[in-house]
């Protein structure tokens, strides 16, 4: 077992394209704005999916199987 600390993702990398908030956020601050499509069922949705990225199980990590060898006969 191994503990590895995750950042969540954020709705740029979900979506798999930059959506720069932070960057607009510093260059606009109080006027930043903005025009989406999202309706409350997207809403909904992106809160329900989370934002960390899918657990996957670690293969050809580099540590040595421990189990004891098998005979084959």
Request: charged letters at 30%; proline letters at 8%.
């Amino acid at each position: 077992m191994e503990t590895i600390e995750l950042w969540l993702l954020s709705q740029g990398e979900i979506d798999g394209a930059p959506d720069r908030f932070i960057d607009s956020a510093f260059e606009r601050g109080p006027q930043l704005r903005h025009d989406g499509t999202e309706n409350r069922d997207d809403y909904i949705e992106r809160i329900a999916r989370g934002g960390f990225p899918e657990a996957v199980a670690r293969e050809g990590n580099g540590v040595p199987d421990s189990s004891p060898p098998t005979s084959r006969t």
